[in-house]
């Protein structure tokens, strides 16, 4: 099991709080939008139902994240050159991924071929 000398659960029920606290806008919208339309618990049923699936997902890419990190230290070795290069590898593939998928919204919202409905 992997333990942080740095970790508190104090910071980590701050953290999950101030995340929580902050509004939604599609949560905002969905609500605005069944309040107009005079379905206003409907609005807040979709919203109770889109906060779950935000949470069922962060729970599991957080869950495979701390389970990649097990095997990857059990795998290479805690502290190993190795571990860091490859650590290093895979977080430049990540930002080349992130900025390659930013590049090409911008360019396709420059080339003026995209109809709005």
Same mark, same amino acid.
């Given at each position: ?18 995340a ?8 905002? #919208?969905?609500?605005?939008? $069944?309040? /107009?339309?005079? *379905? ?6 979709? @919203?109770? =139902?889109?906060?779950?699936?935000t =949470? *069922? @997902?962060?729970?599991?890419?957080? /869950?495979? =994240? %701390?389970?990649?990190?097990? #095997? !990857? %230290?059990? &795998? ?13 590898a895979?977080?430049? =593939? $990540?930002?080349?991924?992130? &900025? ?6 911008? #360019? !396709? ?7 709005? /409905?």
């Amino acid at each position: 099991m992997l333990t942080d000398k740095n970790f508190s659960w104090k910071t980590a029920i701050l953290t999950v709080f101030a995340a929580g606290a902050r509004p939604c806008s599609g949560a905002i #919208l969905v609500l605005v939008f $069944a309040l /107009a339309q005079g *379905i206003f618990f409907a609005g807040v049923a979709a @919203t109770f =139902a889109m906060s779950m699936g935000t =949470a *069922i @997902t962060t729970g599991a890419l957080a /869950a495979l =994240a %701390v389970l990649a990190k097990g #095997l !990857a %230290v059990r &795998f290479l070795g805690e502290g190993s050159e190795r571990g860091v290069i490859a650590v290093r590898a895979l977080e430049f =593939a $990540a930002a080349i991924l992130v &900025f390659m998928l930013g590049a090409s919204l911008l #360019l !396709a919202s420059l080339s003026g071929k995209i109809t709005s /409905a």
